[in-house]
């Protein structure tokens, strides 16, 4: 079975422009939550996801915003990028929302 | 006083040592525990669950003390390839959003 993935893996972006990640779940799994993990520091929660409906977020700003299709599959916007911003975006999915949660490889934002 | 709290380390140990981490939690609701590896640069992955009555995993032992609010991991007969980032993640609590520890670092020397 495939794993969860995410894409792209590395990203290099202008301060200012808007970045869209993506992440597919592991078949099955209906629940999709997003961290920003910056060096040093342990995974922050950003947007939860369970069966397409918005379940928790994070202390980050509206600048960053969420949804989940049909089919599972997320998407994470983060606009007016901030140099601030640069950071190891994961996506984790889980069966149901207090289970083991499985993450994808990550996708490496650099914003200059 | 942050959700959950980790002792950051690193911890070094020789080869064949036994070291264990701890793992505090704040919230006294919460209800599922987790251990998760992180090596450098990678995705973190599940090393295992934490179960009320303890669980083990060949030289791993996880344990889960609710009335002082803290879980364990216990690694017997370090290997180097144990060297990596052990994060704790605390889940449920009337939320469900899964809380990270800041990660512990371990480092296993020859």
């Known amino acids: 079975d495939a794993g969860v993935t995410q894409s792209p893996t590395h990203l290099i972006k202008t301060r200012g422009q808007h970045v869209t990640l993506r992440c597919s779940p592991i078949?099955?799994?209906?629940?999709v939550s997003w961290y920003q993990q910056v060096l040093g520091q342990g995974p922050q929660f950003i947007f939860q996801y369970y069966e397409k409906e918005e379940r928790g977020r994070g202390n980050f700003p509206d600048r960053f915003s969420a949804r989940q299709f049909p089919n599972y599959s997320s998407e994470l916007n983060v606009n007016a990028l901030l140099l601030g911003d640069s950071a190891l975006y994961l996506c984790?999915?889980?069966?149901?929302?207090?289970?083991?949660?499985?993450f994808g490889q990550g996708t490496r934002l650099t914003v200059v | 006083r942050k959700e959950v709290e980790q002792d950051p380390g690193p911890f070094n140990v020789p080869e064949g040592a036994t070291v264990a981490f701890n793992c505090t939690y704040s919230?006294?609701?919460?209800?599922?525990f987790f251990w998760y590896r992180q090596d450098c640069r990678k995705e973190p992955k599940l090393l295992m669950s934490v179960y009320s009555s303890g669980n083990e995993d060949g030289r791993f032992t996880a344990q889960l003390n609710r009335a002082s609010q803290y879980i364990s991991l216990l690694i017997r007969d370090s290997k180097l390839s144990d060297s990596a980032t052990y994060l704790c993640v605390v889940n449920g609590g009337g939320s469900y959003i899964p809380t990270f520890g800041r990660g512990t670092s371990l480092i296993v020397h020859p």
């Open positions: 078949s099955g799994h209906k629940s």
């Open positions: 919230n006294s609701a919460s209800q599922s």
């Open positions: 984790a999915s889980s069966k149901q929302r207090n289970t083991e949660a499985f």
